[in-house]
């Protein structure tokens, strides 16, 4: 499995109605047929570290996540969330063994920067060091 966990802070003057829309965006992600499981929420982590909320999404191998970074519905919807946000950060992992499988992630990650390079800065833009 390859667990994809964000935490986001959406930008100042996004409205309570604009931040459900992206919540509601991020569970039909979340629900795609490629997600084993996913979870949109508050985030109850450190209020220090500034996040309010969190999205979980676990891929089973690296053929759905291929599908899952690439499905339309993903695609539209980083569009509409990726204005809304302020900061974000990740925690991916996975409870395989195969000690190449981060690397197969990434490569996946870096052919999907390659094909939408607007998207690429955005998320760079939004992670900063913590991609």
Same mark, same amino acid.
């Given at each position: 499995m390859i667990v994809n966990l964000l935490r986001i802070r959406f930008k100042?003057? /996004?409205?309570?109605?604009?931040?459900?829309? /992206?919540? =509601?965006?991020?569970?039909r992600t979340a629900s795609l047929g490629t997600v084993a499981f996913g979870a949109v929420g508050k985030d109850?982590?450190?209020?220090?570290?500034g996040f309010t909320h969190s999205y979980l999404a676990a891929i089973p191998d690296l053929d759905a996540l291929e599908?899952?970074?690439?499905?339309?519905v993903h695609? =539209?919807?980083d569009d509409l969330i990726l204005d809304k946000l302020e900061k974000m950060s990740a925690v991916r992992f996975t409870d395989d063994g &195969?000690?190449?499988?981060?690397? =197969?992630?990434?490569e996946i990650a870096n052919r999907k920067m390659q094909k939408y390079p607007d998207w690429a800065r955005?998320? &760079?833009?939004?992670?900063?060091?913590?991609?």
């Open positions: 100042d003057g /996004v409205t309570a109605a604009e931040q459900e829309e /992206v919540l =509601a965006v991020m569970r109850f982590g450190n209020p220090a570290d599908r899952y970074m690439h499905d339309p695609l =539209a919807g &195969d000690p190449e499988l981060g690397k =197969a992630v990434y955005r998320i &760079d833009e939004l992670f900063g060091d913590n991609v």
